[in-house]
């Protein structure tokens, strides 16, 4: 939880001495009791007190991460007596508490069992323990051999200064990496703007979103601050929602959302992108449509229509309605769309924005985005041939793992095994450090100090939230003890690269100018705001003019495949992979395919009923670079001659936790870059597809696809949004009926969830994941049902007239007013509060499991055995919430323990609790801010007014159960087969069905 | 006793002092098969406790229930177990109050049944519970922390009405036996003397005694009767008062009631057809007998059948969707061979019971008693678990099947039931002497019919 | 009437009635009392005290006494440090916060640091052993490693902080420790001890609190308006009527 105050490091760690302050919270800490350092009946008080921090109560720092995802996000790491036990977004972020999953997640990263605990040597085949001494000694011994490679992830502010130099320094090259970058995208706006930039995308403010494969919702450019303008750009009540149309082989969590989804053969998003433009440069007619004429006249629709796969009708309809929209905007392809021609897929789609007029209007160059610039994959597959040809003496991998992140097929592994030395300063054994000569660990983020430039004129700066966990050190202090030893010591003044940062926020707070506060004030409140806004002299053209080579490009026409085209995409679990050793990103139900644990086949059913291939049965996937056997999952959003495959998975090394999962995608990529941005081709190779006839392994967390129309998941058309008041909550009933809550008691605790808002991203499961000590499963465990998550997002189609529609249906307990679950319980384990929760006594409960058969809404979990935690995970566990031991049924709890603390609070100021003082942890980390908790019996509370709105309604409520939870029916621009929900009809019998209305 | 009405075969009638011997021939030094039989039934026995040991230290994960399926097995067969309690309440005490002369020589069979079976059945709800050694929670008495057990819930109606059972039909069983002891107590001689001595309560034998002795069977056969009902109506509850789909029905307690007699005499008529030919008593356990339980068998069996369609009427009735997806996905979904067996054995096959020529055939009947004793198993396995399995939220649908752990202490409750019978059977008189021995008198006195 | 008849009738009297009248005024206390805790008044401002000032007196414990005393003593666990409660606030005068600090502010009652005994101790009594051996321990950066005397069970979170500002005095839970020469567990910290003031007669505290809350001050409209009162509306039994901790499983257990 976050106390509110947040707190800087000032002088050093010491104040948060690690093992000296652990077990201090002693009454009523779970977490004191399990694993090393294990204090059990000691009290340990501190050694010198920290002047600003009450032991047993949270304290927050703010802090940087740039590794969860494609996003850096400033975060605050809420420290218990010494360790990170939960991290929430940075409220003065853009983005404001909300995180990402794999943020979150994080944590686990700095908690993994299976990090390299300190140096390691290799001696014969297997890492041998070390001394930092003589791992320092070795590595400059190496640097100074020459030929030296360092291999960082990109990086804006002081780091890539600080590289750069100690690169000159030493005479070595720096090649900044991002296995899943944008290299296609800046040398597409190179070519049609001679700009070197990633515009701003205002999705918000557009009225048509036109997506060609772009995942902006999960994986791409920034998914959490994509998801808050996504949802900005819907007001489904006043009856204005941003139409959003997909096109592309693959619908991805993205286009789970999409009104209309055009499926287009890979590749040939372009030509969808081109015949779009032309269609609406011949509507408009202005100058921009006349420059681009020449360039888009072969493209007609019917030319297109052909080879994409796409009715020239619809195409027609698509470019009618985009060029009607006031505010369109065409968002390009990401991961999954980036073929052997991603850059003419980009300027294609630049092209439509062009001639559509979104240039500087939705899409904006004098925009807050930057992202660091990195090599692209055609230079890492060329060191990779240096280095077998022996051309390298070293290479020292910090940050990345092109040894697993590089497609096979390029044998880059086996070229890092012809390099005399490799160095990793990885914190983790992944396949490159499994690799390495030496291993010198370096901080997790969490650990360490740092800054970056997350968006134009804000530094962010990161500091240490804790002591490290290992021996391990700051990487750019290994570099630095490197150099020294490799004789460039007296390139920098900085002894340790706090030092370095401190000099470079010098010459930051020069520029500032007289009126400027001291530089200690100046940086204690960077440090304690998480960073610092500078002027920014010049934001450049909002709208550039297009260059004449992109007015007379020639695009490519794509190679039709010849069998099956491979898709392979990014989820938001494991990204590119480094979300694999987390196991609440193993245990995250993949929102698409609801599948954990494991990678998977996605092959649409047209294709899979005649080769007699089901869900779960192996399937061969055979392409130029490789073949694999996994799992199928049949799947109808996507193309009948399509396959597609997540990354991330398949891992040799990297932990307990990664190894041995699935496949690694990138086995079936044989490479091939982008002729122009050299960037790598993710999708497009043609593939063969045969069934083994056996049975595998693919554990998938939903039981049915459909709601079979029980009012659990609704959808309505967004001409019906007025008249859909069948299902309006009275809240009046809900609050005053007899025992929803103490008619003495100010509070009844709802919440409301919107599911038109809902992406299905996960933040918030993996939010309760690291909030409410839950703990993980495996893959087995969840096969049988088992899983503990006390909230899942059920996915569930509901058929449009043209197709279907996907609702993200986030489940938690109901906290129900008149809750089947407690008149069972024969101890009272199960009771109802005064403030109107179902509460769940964990010490009372024996077990009986009668509540769980009785909740219709299935969100009772049950500890069939006692879960393990094991060291350091146990030192994230909150010691606010108890942790759970076998026969025991535990639940959502509306995060109570806040809600507690709240409430001391607020009597502390002799008041009652205000509307949003208490957030619950799912609540907190939603981008799209479609959870809100509040006071249901305070008629001004959020949760009021959301839960009377007109498209509420109550999950199940012929059961007349009365959920605290209202959730907001999701809204479509699709027509709704007749008698579909929301459009009347139906109701009546319903409300026959249900005696007690 | 008015039994004049009743047809008895008189040919051949035993004399009243063979009706000692043959009866209480059975209590003496038992043959190799027998401890063979005790010894199979000690090792099943000891594997199951084995395997509760097992769960008890790792945890419910050993059985193979999940959610939603929280209830398997173990739930099951509780309450295969209470239905087979149900016989000896009912052939003892309500057939004694409508006067039916052809219980005497089975009731105490049947009573002993009951006896056991409660045994055997009250140890489920303590290896289903997720911390068993919290148990005490459930029980109702002045706790430190202020808490009392939540009289609102079925499982507590539950503990009550089986402790009530188990009480009254121990006593009834008891009192039944009173002056059989007495009879051993003369027969025999040193320590067993004194043992019978002791237990028959200085029985004389008097009239006054006698007096005493009617009345209160009277009294208590009168309290019984009701809990014939009320046993199972309440455990019927357990699952009557849960809002799952396929469990939420008025018809639960008449069905559940109906239910339990039919598997009752079923249990009855599997037991006493080996135990009539192991202990030669065919002169005292005629088909006669068989005829009428085999008449109520059929009665009840008809009950059941009825029950099953009304519960498909029902949902049909109801136009709840959910209700008749249920119900369609128990009769064809992945369940269907559980459903499929349970209408077979006990709709299908008693209906052969129409035909005399069954009822009399001793093999015929004992092979129908076997199958509807399975097919009652498969009954409360397809009421509890099929209903969980397929409920409202149609992403939660998952399927069960049972673990090793759970089949091993299944079966291990059958062991632990015949155990205790085979003990019966060998140190007390398995037929009613008295009752007999009155019987007979009566025919001899008016040489039958 | 007889003299016999009149003795039996007055032992009747006697053994019925005094019950009665016993009764009579039993009941009588009972509805004053109650009329009492009905009688709600408004919430007047309650003088705010964290440390109790308690009555010291000084036994003439020597510090050589009080290690031994601490050593010799029988209940409670033998510290690393033989620290004696009773000649450091009896003798020395000293308050429980003084060590036991901002405990107002958390769950959890805060040891003092090492640092916080050295502050007297870097003089005061160098020459004794013990203090030699807490020097030891500040000198190496080692906390002292205390024996917990107190511990409640992990399921249940027991605040510190909403204790001591409803006013509960330290003793109320931990005993006379300005008597004990070597501090040992006062209290069963059994659920049963927990209600004998959380199931007290009259209404939940926390319920109403919340309602005497609405009444006094009702809901700022922006947080800025927030009037910090201090401590909870405390002494409810003076001002509103009833008074007990609350009852509801779920303010513990979670």
């Known amino acids: 939880m976050n106390d509110g105050d947040v707190k800087y490091s000032g002088n050093g760690t010491t104040r948060r001495d690690f093992v000296k302050v652990m077990g201090v919270a002693g009454a009523g800490a779970a977490a004191a009791a399990c694993g090393p350092p294990d204090t059990g009946d000691k009290l340990i008080p501190y050694l010198i007190p920290p002047d600003d921090i009450v032991p047993g109560t949270n304290v927050s720092y703010a802090t940087l991460l740039t590794g969860a995802g494609p996003e850096p996000l400033t975060v605050h790491a809420s420290v218990r007596d010494g360790r990170v036990i939960k991290l929430e977004g940075n409220p003065s972020a853009r983005t404001g508490t909300a995180l990402s999953a794999m943020a979150h997640s994080a944590l686990q990263d700095l908690y993994d069992p299976d990090r390299v605990p300190g140096p390691r040597q290799r001696a014969a085949d297997a890492l041998v323990e070390t001394t930092w001494e003589d791992a320092i000694a070795a590595a400059g011994a190496a640097v100074a051999g020459g030929a030296t490679v360092l291999l960082t992830p990109p990086a804006i502010g002081s780091a890539a200064r600080f590289y750069q130099e100690w690169a000159d320094a030493v005479g070595a090259t720096w090649m900044p990496w991002e296995p899943l970058g944008l290299e296609a995208l800046r040398t597409a706006h190179g070519i049609a ?140 392809p990401g991961i999954a769309g980036q073929g052997p021609a991603a850059t003419d897929t980009h300027l294609a789609v630049i092209l439509l924005n062009y001639v559509a007029g979104a240039i500087g209007s939705t899409i904006r160059f004098d925009g807050e985005t930057v992202r660091p610039r990195h090599v692209p994959f055609a230079a890492m597959a060329d060191l990779g041939r240096r280095m077998s040809e022996g051309e390298i003496q070293t290479v020292i991998v910090a940050g990345v793992n092109p040894a697993y992140a590089m497609p096979a097929s390029l044998g880059f592994a086996e070229a890092l095994a012809n390099v005399p030395n490799v160095i990793s300063l990885s914190p983790h054994a992944d396949e490159t450090a499994a690799a390495a000569d030496w291993i010198l660990p370096s901080h997790h983020e969490l650990e360490a100090w740092g800054d970056g430039m997350i968006s134009r004129g804000y530094m962010a700066l990161a500091q240490p939230a804790m002591q490290p966990v290992f021996d391990t050190r700051q990487r750019e202090d290994i570099l630095l003890q490197v150099a020294a030893v490799a004789g460039a010591a007296e390139a920098f003044q900085a002894t340790d690269y706090r030092g370095y940062l401190q000099g470079v926020w010098q010459d930051l707070h020069g520029r500032l100018g007289a009126e400027a506060p001291t530089f200690e004030d100046w940086w204690h409140r960077a440090l304690s705001e998480g960073g610092i806004a500078l002027a920014v002299p010049d934001l450049g053209d909002p709208a550039p003019a297009l260059t004449a080579a992109a007015a007379n490009y020639s695009f490519r026409a794509p190679a039709a495949p010849e069998d099956f085209s491979l898709v392979t995409f990014p989820t938001v679990q494991f990204y590119d992979g480094r979300g694999a050793n987390r196991q609440w990103m193993q245990e995250f139900p993949d929102t698409v395919t609801k599948a954990v644990w494991n990678a998977w086949v996605e092959i649409h059913p047209e294709t899979a009923g005649p080769l007699g291939v089901e869900t779960g049965d192996l399937v061969q996937v055979t392409t130029a670079g490789g073949s694999v056997t996994a799992p199928a999952y049949v799947y109808k959003g996507i193309r009948p001659d399509t396959l597609a495959v997540p990354l991330g998975q398949g891992h040799t090394a990297y932990g307990r936790t990664a190894v041995g999962r699935g496949f690694n995608a990138l086995d079936l990529l044989d490479g091939t870059p982008d002729q122009r941005s050299g960037s ?62 103490d008619p003495q008691s100010p509070y009844r605790w709802g919440m409301s969830i919107d599911l038109n808002a809902c992406t299905g991203c996960g933040a918030c499961v993996t939010a309760c994941y690291s909030e409410n000590n839950l703990p993980v499963v495996g893959e087995d465990l969840c096969g049988q049902g088992r899983e503990m998550s006390w909230m899942q997002i059920m996915r569930y189609w509901e058929e449009t007239e043209d197709g279907y529609h996907a609702v993200h ?39 009986t499991r009668y509540c769980a058969n009785n909740c219709p809404y299935k969100v009772r979990r049950f500890n069939w055995f006692t879960y393990e935690f094991p060291y350091p995970l146990n030192l994230q566990l909150n010691p606010d919430v108890t942790v759970r031991s076998k026969g025991v049924m535990e639940k959502c709890t509306f995060c109570v323990q806040r809600i507690n603390k709240a409430k001391l609070d607020a009597k502390d100021e002799g008041r009652l609790v205000a509307d949003g003082e208490i957030q619950t942890a799912c609540m907190q980390s939603c981008p799209t801010q479609a959870i809100v908790f509040g006071n249901l019996k305070d008629p001004a509370s959020r949760v009021s007014r959301k839960a009377k709105g007109s498209r509420g309604y109550a999950m199940l409520d012929e059961l007349n159960t009365r959920p605290a939870i209202t959730y907001l029916k999701s809204v479509t621009h699709a027509a709704l087969p007749e008698g579909a929900h929301g459009t009347g009809g139906e109701h009546e019998e319903t409300a026959e069905q249900a005696p007690e209305h | 006793m008015a039994t004049a009405e009743i047809e008895v075969p008189s040919e051949g009638l035993p004399s009243l002092a063979d009706a000692n011997r043959d009866i209480s021939r059975p209590i003496s030094t038992p043959y190799k098969r027998y401890w063979l039989l005790l010894g199979i039934c000690g090792a099943l026995i000891a594997a199951a406790g084995i395997a509760w040991t097992i769960q008890i230290r790792d945890g419910m994960g050993r059985a193979g229930i999940n959610n939603p399926v929280n209830w398997g097995v173990y739930i099951v067969t509780f309450v295969f177990w209470v239905g087979i309690a149900h016989s000896g309440t009912l052939i003892s005490a309500v057939l004694y109050l409508v006067r039916s002369g052809w219980r005497t020589t089975i009731n105490r069979t049947a009573e002993a049944m009951t006896i ?34 939540n ?23 008891y009192l039944g036996l009173i002056p059989d002891l007495a009879v051993l107590r003369d027969k025999f001689t040193g320590i067993k003397k004194k043992l019978y001595g002791a237990f028959s309560l200085g029985w004389t034998g008097s009239v006054r005694d006698w007096a005493h002795y009617r009345r209160l069977y009277l009294y208590l056969a009168g309290i019984a009767t009701p809990l014939v009902l009320s046993v199972h109506s309440v455990v019927s509850w357990d699952f009557a008062m849960g809002v799952v789909p396929g469990w939420h029905s008025t018809i639960f307690a008449p069905y559940f009631v109906a239910g339990a007699i039919f598997s009752g005499i079923a249990m009855v008529i599997t037991i006493t057809i080996p135990l009539r030919w192991a202990f030669g008593l065919d002169k005292y356990i005629t088909t006669y007998h068989f005829d009428n339980m085999a ?118 409750s059958f062991a632990w039931f015949f155990f205790w019978f085979l003990l019966f059977a060998k140190t007390l008189p398995v037929i009613s002497i008295a009752e007999v021995k009155e019987h007979l008198a009566h025919e001899h006195e008016h040489g039958g019919h | 009437m007889t003299l016999r008849h009149r003795l039996i009738a007055a032992a009747v009297i006697v053994t019925v009635g005094l019950p009665l009248v016993f009764l009579g005024f039993g009941g009588a206390t009972l509805d004053a009392s109650g009329q009492e805790a009905a009688a709600t008044g408004t919430l007047q401002e309650v003088p705010v005290r964290l440390d109790p000032i308690k009555e010291r007196n000084p036994t003439g414990q020597t510090a050589d006494e009080a290690i031994a005393a601490h050593e010799d003593a029988t209940e409670g666990p033998e510290q690393p440090i033989p620290f004696n409660h009773r000649f450091h606030s009896q003798e020395l005068q000293m308050q429980c916060e003084y060590c036991h600090g901002s405990s107002d502010q958390t769950a959890i009652a805060v040891m003092p640091a090492v640092d916080l005994c050295m502050g007297c101790h870097r003089i005061v009594g160098a020459n004794l052993e013990p203090i030699q051996r807490l020097r030891g321990f500040y000198d190496s950066g080692e906390p002292v490693p205390w024996e917990r005397v107190y511990k409640v069970p992990e399921f249940v979170q027991f605040p510190h902080r909403a204790h001591i500002r409803s006013q509960v005095e330290c003793e109320e839970c931990h005993g006379k420790v300005e008597e004990m020469d070597r501090v040992y567990q006062y209290t069963s910290l059994k659920m049963g001890w927990c209600l004998d003031c959380h199931w007290d007669v009259g209404e939940d505290t926390d319920v109403a609190t919340d309602r005497l809350l609405i009444e006094q001050y009702p809901p700022p409209e922006t947080p800025d308006e927030r009037q910090p009162i201090g401590l909870y509306p405390r002494r409810l039994d003076q001002q509103y009527g009833a008074n007990r901790g609350p009852i509801d499983c779920f303010a513990c257990h979670y």
């Not at chain 1, 999708?683 to 939903?702: C, D, E, F, Y």
């Open chain 2, 151 to 173: 009289f609102r819930s079925p499982l507590v109606w539950d503990m009550f009405a089986i402790g009530t059972y188990f009480t009254i039909s121990l006593v009834f069983w």
């Open chain 1, 193 to 332: 703007f001679g700009l070197d930039a990633i515009p701003t995308y205002e999705i918000n403010r557009s009225d048509h979103i036109l997506c060609f494969g772009a995942d902006f919702l999960g994986t791409w450019l920034a998914p959490v601050e994509m998801g808050a303008r996504f949802a900005a750009g819907r007001f489904a009540d006043h009856g204005v929602q941003a139409r959003f149309t997909f096109v592309g082989p693959r619908l991805s969590l993205s286009g789970l959302k999409a009104d209309e989804w055009l499926p287009a053969r890979a590749g040939t998003e372009t030509l969808v992108a081109l015949a779009i433009a032309r269609e609406v440069a011949a509507r408009k007619a202005d100058g921009r449509a006349a420059r681009v004429e020449g360039v888009l006249a072969p493209f007609t629709l019917e030319a297109v229509a052909e080879s994409t796969g796409v009715e020239a009708g619809k195409l027609a309809d698509l470019a009618e309605h985009f060029a009607a929209a006031q505010a369109p905007i065409a968002l390009p």
């Open chain 2, 116 to 149: 056991f079976a409660v045994m055997t059945a009250g140890l489920f709800p303590l290896i289903h519970l997720g911390r068993v050694w919290y148990f005490y929670y459930l029980v109702p008495y002045p706790s430190t922390r202020l808490l009392w057990p």
């Open chain 2, 295 to 412: 008449k109520l068998l059929l009665f009840t069996s008809l009950i059941v059948g009825y029950a099953y369609g009304m519960e498909y009427f029902l949902a049909w009735f109801s136009a709840d969707p959910i209700e008749m997806e249920s119900f369609r996905w128990r009769a064809s979904g992945f369940y269907r061979g559980p459903f499929w067996i349970m209408v077979f054995c006990n709709v299908v096959v008693p209906m052969s019971l129409w035909f005399k020529r069954t009822r009399n055939s001793l093999k015929a009947l004992f092979v129908i008693s076997v199958f509807v004793n399975i097919g009652m198993w498969y009954e409360r396995f397809v009421i509890i678990v099929t209903s969980l399995a397929h409920e409202f939220d149609p992403s939660a649908w998952q399927v069960y099947t049972p673990s090793l752990t759970e089949l091993t202490i299944m079966v291990g």
């Open chain 1, 680 to 741: 790598l081709a993710y999708s497009g190779a043609s593939a063969t597809l045969t069934a083994t006839g056996r049975r595998g392994k693919l554990v998938i967390m939903q039981g049915h696809d459909y709601d079979l129309d029980r009012e659990i998941a609704e959808l309505i058309n967004i001409h019906d949004v007025p008249n859909a008041m069948e299902h309006e909550i009275d809240l009046t009933t809900l609050v005053e009926a007899a025992f929803d809550s």
């Open chain 1, 809 to 847: 249906l986030p489940t938690l307990c109901q906290q129900c007013g008149d809750a089947p679950c407690e008149p069972v319980c024969p101890v009272y384990a199960a009771y109802h509060t005064p403030e109107g929760l179902n509460g769940q006594i964990y010490n009372r409960c024996v077990g």
